[in-house]
């Protein structure tokens, strides 16, 4: 069984900052890439930033410039770095890993999801 678990979320000023982090846990071998997303009322769910097991980060473009991806692959962890967080941030924001398992016959990458953190961005 692997779990993601999120934390860090909450209520925020607008311009302020917050930080959220995800652990994994569980029958890891590996996690190869790491992300967070968001899904605002009514929206689908969005791609916010992601990070190889290298390091190499991707960010959408609503949040270049603002927000920061991070891991630590010795502890299995992921962070957002959220600076100057904007009302429209608002959303339930999600931690995605690729997380290599054993299988009997080899290795096998699953998608695993944590269950969200809600980030409110007051004005």
């Known amino acids: 069984q692997v779990q993601l678990v999120e934390s860090g979320g909450g209520l925020v000023r607008a311009g302020g900052s917050l930080t959220l982090s995800c652990v994994a846990s569980?029958?890891?071998?590996?996690?190869?890439?790491m992300g967070w997303y968001r899904q605002a009322p009514g929206k689908e769910r969005e791609l916010v930033a992601g990070?190889?097991?290298?390091?190499?980060?991707n960010y959408v473009d609503f949040v270049k410039g603002r927000f920061t991806i991070s891991r630590d692959n010795a502890k299995n962890t992921v962070d957002l770095q959220m600076n100057s967080p904007k009302p429209e941030d608002t959303a339930v924001y999600y931690c995605?890993?690729?997380?290599?398992?054993?299988?009997?016959?080899?290795?096998?990458?699953?998608?695993?999801w944590g269950r969200g953190t809600q980030v409110t961005v007051s004005s």
């Open positions: 990070i190889t097991r290298a390091g190499a980060t």
């Open positions: 569980g029958s890891i071998y590996s996690i190869n890439a």
């Open positions: 995605d890993a690729e997380i290599m398992q054993r299988e009997p016959y080899g290795l096998r990458g699953v998608d695993h």
